[in-house]
Nanobody
């Protein structure tokens, strides 16, 4: 299994980014998929998750601003991030097939993509 994130970068506050997570070795259509983030000196924080029944969860700090989606034909999961704030700056990781609403516990993780909001 391999998860490869892309789409990170630097953006001004109020801007948008779309992160992608391309999966291989598993099917996004029948996998719990999620995003979490970690900033230096801070705890890991769940951002969004979509389970195998397409039930979606969001972290409280991103509700109304971030949207998770998946394109099963491309075996890719996306995280659309709007109205970005400096506190959203972190390394964002894709997770798959783990336990919990973020799909990360005991699951597969990508290498991460950096998001910086100034």
């Amino acid at each position: 299994v391999q998860l490869v994130e892309s789409g990170g970068g630097s953006v001004q506050a109020g801007g948008s980014l779309r992160l992608s997570c391309a999966a291989s070795g598993l099917a996004t259509s029948d996998s719990c998929m999620g995003w979490f983030r970690q900033a230096p000196g801070k705890e890991r924080e769940g951002v969004a998750g979509i389970d195998t029944d397409d039930y979606i969860s969001y972290g409280d700090s991103v509700k109304g601003r971030f949207t998770i989606s998946r394109d099963n034909a491309k075996n890719t999961v996306y995280l659309q991030m709007n109205s970005l704030k400096p506190e959203d700056s972190a390394t964002y990781y894709c997770a798959a097939r783990g336990r919990g609403k973020w799909c990360l516990l005991g699951g597969y993780w990508g290498q991460g993509t950096q998001v910086t909001v100034s």
